[in-house]
Each structure stands twice: as structure tokens, then as C-alpha cells.
């Protein structure tokens, strides 16, 4: 599931260059002259200049500063800085955007999540901080910290409101943090999400209960090689720290290559200093959302779990393992350095909480946390290879568009677009992790969860959204995706995703059968899951933000492959084909403010 609406307003700026084949730029404004960014240096400075200098478009006022959380250089020169705004000093929800430069500077264009000015009547607010706190606590049913204010642009307009974080909350999985916002006049509360992103949604965890239904899946190491990790060395005797190669015997990928840290002649610690000093840690069945309070694993000869839940490293193996896979295919396919591209480790706790069937990324924390099952309904941790990649592409969105749900109910589903459009993300980019891998324990394929053990042998698919029963994922779009649970709703995008990567009716790859249908029986032409990803990851990076919806994914992912191949290109065209063949176009695109 999705992170809350809010947070993180200190930002740090990370440039980065990403590798695109040479292509045209989306020029919004093709023949719009420099203005005031020519003789600004910085990408970062002329971007706030140029947002300033066309404020018509970009929707910034008086009032309004401009804060950078991330730039992306092209090849060509072109670079695309994303702002978060903050207006009179108070933090905007939903002011983010993207202004678009090219290689001289020059404005070509904005990405804006707030289509109307983000100015509230009032700043003067009604209630006082402590009766937002009492009633953030009530809600969310923790303890609340100190209340804030803020602008809350989100729903159309802008209002004033107190952002909340609440602790230990009761609405949450595991007692996890909630954030809360009030509105300040009026006490209304404008929204309740949980910090973390669950792999397992309320509402999944509920089908599964009345149906009686255990995930029951297999583990074990077979005999064989350790895989997945290559051109590793170990230091010299006698100097430590010192990088050493160890192995794994996982739960769910077999006999793995662990890259670890030797601390004295036998002590190893599961720290990877070739990724960033990438950890895993052992929560010790506490709630904790403190990666410091984990305890770190250590063995004596570096060969770490037994293929079994008896030790408590194997868990620890696969959750690794998944970590540094998922690392690596960002790095090797994008050139992004970590899951914040700030050249830091990633970090996991597994045993997390006692008796918790999920797992989760929790952007508090800045980390994965496994539970080991339910006992129930999951009988085994949930550290399986694709619900890594899933999660920690949760942090990579939440690093880049940062995109939101547009309501969490009383049970803690989310609803709306952009959180479908999150979610589905996550499913495509976890799935890529599998093909990067290539581990024969653990084929990739376009399916989420098919070694989670469930009775109809996956969670989630790409090819056939609705074949997930459970979850009654769709595979089209309609007006009721609007308002559709984010997990069911992710299907329109992800089917998109399929389409364009391997076409549509029936293929079969790596042994799994796959028929994909089309909305309105339209033959589809795909173009290889590597360029799609690669158009998906630039739509991602370059042209979405916290409001993108599937149109407005549509138009991203057009503009990247414009980018990327041209407006005139067999890719350009098929981007258009695979959302045509969901139901997406530019003429069933809703009517602004619906």
C-alpha cells in the first residue's frame, strides 16, 4: 500500500544522470524563448527562475518557495529539476512539480500536481495545535506529536490545515505511525494514512480469512551453486573492516552469494560495503520502525541460514539477497545509485512484530521490515524476491513522483489513481528485479506473489490483471477506477505495462503461459520489456508527480518514449496502442476537477 499524503519537506537534491538513447525533447513550450534562466548556472536555480518567469503555467504566486528534491540531467543536456513548494513558509501537499529545461537552460515546460494557485483564504487558523493533536489522536488512535501547519492543496483547492504524526496507532498494521491531517478551521479531518506501504492489503488479508485460505508456500535450498551476486573479492587477511563473500541458504532462491563485511579473522557481519553498506537486521519480534534498534546479524565462518524458519538468518538471507538485487538492477539498467540515488545503502529488518503477515517499506524508518507470517493466512515470512522489489520501488516512487492515494478508508485501504498507479509500479519494476536476477529458483516471469503459496498461484499478473480473483483487479480503466482500491485498480497500467513489453494474445516465456487481452480486441505490437521499462522508469523520473493519473501516465509515458525514440518512432506508437488497449485515451481523458 501507499505512504501518507505528506512528509518529508527537508530535501535533499540529488542530480543524476540517467542513460536514454537519443531522441527529441517534450517541448511544451517549443518556441518559448530563455528569459530569465539563460544566465542562471545551476539546472536548480534556473528551473526556480524559469517557474517564477512563467508563473501562468507553472501556478506558482507570491508567497511560494521552491525547494529542490531532485534534478535528472539528460545525455543531450536537458534536465528536469522537481520542486516541493512551500507558500508564506508553510508546507504545501500537492504543490510538487517538474519544470522541464533544455540544454541551455531554457524553459520548455512544467509537470505540475496542483492545477490551481496554492494560496488558502486564511492563514489564521481556528482550532489551536492542541485540539488538532487530540483529534488526530482520536482518529488515528495513538499518541500524537506536535502539530503543524500547513497548506493542503490536494482537493482542488488550497486549504490551511495541521499535518500530524501519530504513534503506536491503532488504525494501522503492527502498531505503526499514521499521519494526520486538520483541516484548521473547520477540525474536518482531511486525511488518516498509514507510513507504511503494506505488500498485503487489509482488504486481501479479509478475503483471505472468510475464505478460508493459507498461503502455504514451499522453502527450502536445493543442491547447487550459489547464484546472484558475481566479481566479488575478498580483502587481505588481517585488515578489517574487509569485504568478504559469503553464502546463503534462503528460503525461497536457493543457494545465494552474499557479499558481507568481515570484522575480525571469524566474524562477519550482514553489511554489503560493495552497496552502500546495504543491511539486514533482526527486529527481534518488536514493532520497531528504528533501523538502529535492530540487532545485526553476525556469524562465524560466513555462511549464513539453513534453507529452513529454524534459523532465524535464513529469512535474512532471502531479505539480502532481494535487497541487492533490486539495488543492482537500478543501478545496472538506470544508473541509479540507491533507492534515494544518493549513493546510500538500502536496509531491511527482518522478524518484524510478532505474528504480522506483510511486509512493508516504511519511509520513517527508510527501510523494508518483514513479519514472519500470521500463522494463519502466511505461514512464512514475506521475503520472497518480488515483494522486495516491490516494496523498495515504493521508495524509489516515493523518492521521485511520490504519488498518493486519494482517500484510506477506516480500514486502512487506499483508493484512487495515483496510488493504483503506485502500486502497479511497484508490480512492474519487482518483476524487472526478477528478470535482472535470472535466478533458476526463482524464474522471473510477469506474475507478483507466485511463491507466496496461494491457492490460485499468484497474487498479482500483468499479462491478465483480472485472472487475480482476490483482489478483483481489473483490466481496464472506466470511471470507476477513480475510486477503486489501489491494489485492484493498479491492473490498468500494469496491463499497459504487459502490452507494451510483450504484446498482446497468447506467448508463452520462461515455461509461464501468458493471453493478454485487449479492451476492444486491438492486436498490440510490444517492444521488448526493455524499452518499455525503460519508457515506464523515464515517465516515472521526468514527467509524474503525486497527483498523475492513468491519463496523465499516459501522456508521460508518450512523452518519454518521444524522448527517448521520437514522436514518429514504432515505440512512440506503440506507448499510444498499449493505453488504447486499456481503455485509455485522449478522449475518454475525465473532465479536470472531477
Known sequence: MRRPHIRRVAIAVAVTTAATLPGPAFAAVPNEPARAAASVSSPVAAARAAAFAHASATGVTHGDTLRAKDVMTDPDGKSHVRFVRTHRGLPVLGGDMVVHLGKRGEYLGVTRAADHVVEPSTVEADLTPEQAERKAEAVAKGDAGTARLVVDARDGAAALAYQVLVM???????????????????????????????????????????????????????????????????????????????????????????????????????????????????????????????????????????????????????????????????????????????????????????????????????????????????????????????????????????????????????????????ESLADVFGSDVEFSANNPKNPPNYLVGEKLGLAQKFLRRLDHPSLDVLEETIDYWSPAAYDTEVHAGSGVSSHAFYLLAEGSGRKTINGVAYNSPTYDGSRVTGIGRTKATAVFYRALTRYMVSTTDFHDARKATLKAAADMYGANSAEYKAVGSAWAAVNVTAANTPAAGR
Open 168 to 422: 503506536d496507532s491503532d488504525t494501522t498494521e503492527a502498531g505503526g505511525s499514521s499521519t494526520v491531517v486538520v483541516d484548521a478551521r473547520t477540525g474536518r479531518i482531511r486525511s488518516n494514512t498509514p507510513n507504511t506501504d503494506e505488500f498485503i492489503s487489509p482488504s486481501l488479508a479479509a478475503t483471505l480469512r472468510e475464505r478460508g485460505e493459507s498461503a502455504t508456500p514451499r522453502t527450502g535450498t536445493a543442491a547447487g551453486a550459489a547464484t546472484g551476486l558475481s566479481g566479488l573479492t575478498s580483502a587481505a587477511a588481517g585488515r578489517y573492516p574487509a569485504t568478504a563473500t559469503g553464502s546463503g541458504s534462503s528460503l525461497f532462491a536457493g543457494k545465494v552469494a552474499l557479499t558481507t563485511t568481515r570484522t575480525a579473522r571469524t566474524s562477519y557481519v550482514l553489511k554489503d560495503p560493495t552497496r552502500w553498506n546495504t543491511e539486514t537486521r533482526d527486529a527481534k519480534g518488536q514493532e520497531l520502525e528504528s533501523f538502529a534498534r535492530g540487532k545485526a546479524f553476525t556469524d562465524g565462518d560466513n555462511k549464513w541460514g539453513t534453507g529452513t524458519t529454524s534459523a532465524r538468518t535464513s529469512a535474512a538471507v532471502d531479505a539480502q539477497y532481494g535487497i541487492a538485487q533490486t539495488l543492482d538492477f537500478y543501478k545496472k539498467t538506470f544508473g541509479r545509485k540507491g533507492i534515494k540515488n544518493n549513493s546510500a545503502g538500502a536496509r531491511g529488518m527482518v522478524h518484524f512484530g510478532n505474528k504480522v503477515g506483510n511486509a512493508f517499506w516504511d519511509s520513517a524508518c527508510g527501510c523494508m521490515l518483514y513479519g514472519d507470517g500470521d500463522g494463519q493466512v502466511f505461514k512464512k515470512p514475506l521475503v520472497v524476491l518480488d515483494v522486495t522489489g516491490h516494496e523498495l520501488t515504493h521508495g524509489v516512487v516515493d523518492a521521485t513522483a511520490a504519488l498518493e492515494p486519494t482517500r484510506v478508508d477506516d480500514d486502512g485501504n487506499q483508493y484512487g489513481e495515483a496510488g493504483a498507479l503506485n
